[in-house]
């Protein structure tokens, strides 16, 4: 986790991002609280967490299990374009007829590199520790916060959502209906919408 803490510390050095609103998916969400937490010299202005590890809750231990397997077929077996579609499908889409063939072809493009497998195999082997952490330290967060979640999340089910925003001071919890782990990809329109709403009032 540092790794990626300390890299984004860095992009946001060299493009001198000021006080930035940091927008983070997932394990993007982790890091982006670790660095909003971590980084006195830094005051980061907001923070919209989507469906975010760290919140107190994570991929359960049968989806942690089936995301080993999967790495292990696509080592083994190679990336395929079936068994990437049905990893999206059980993991971040509600609705499978909105995987589109574009989010297909950048997971497969991915998963074909050795080097991303491997990153991925290390990264899914000591998350928990640092999602543990962030979570013991989230009533600390006080800048304005956007929790926004698909209902329909199976990774990391929407309670964690409900029960975060009870702990960080100025949030908004939005829950997005019928959709899973990825309201950015699969809910789009009205991810958007939201996080635009909640950005406008923040200046």
């Known amino acids: 986790m540092r790794y990626y803490v300390n890299n984004l510390r860095t992009f946001l050095k060299l493009v001198d991002a000021g006080n930035p609103v940091l927008i983070g998916h997932s394990m993007g969400g982790l890091i982006a609280i670790h660095l909003t937490l971590g980084d006195a010299a830094r005051e980061t202005k907001a923070l919209v967490l989507e469906d975010s590890a760290g919140l107190g809750g994570g991929p359960n231990f049968g989806m942690r299990m089936a995301f080993l397997s999967y790495l292990l077929r696509m ?3 190679g990336a395929s374009e079936d068994r990437v579609r049905g990893w ?9 007829s909105k995987i589109s063939g574009e989010s297909v072809k950048r997971a497969l493009d991915s998963w074909r590199d050795a080097g991303y497998r491997r990153v991925q195999r290390k990264t899914a082997m000591g998350l928990r520790k640092d ?9 600390e967060i006080s800048v304005p916060t956007l929790i926004i979640w698909g209902e329909r999340d199976r990774q990391i089910p929407a309670r964690f959502a409900q029960r975060a925003g009870e702990r960080i001071k100025n949030s908004k919890i939005e829950i997005i209906p019928n959709c899973g782990h990825a309201p950015h990809g699969e ?17």
Do not use: H
């Open 88 to 96: 999206l499908k059980k993991g971040f889409y509600d609705d499978p």
């Open 187 to 203: 809910c789009s329109e009205e991810f958007n919408a939201r996080v635009l709403t909640f950005l406008e009032g923040l200046v």
């Open 131 to 139: 999602e543990r952490r962030a979570s013991w330290l989230i009533d």
């Open 75 to 77: 080592s083994l077996l």
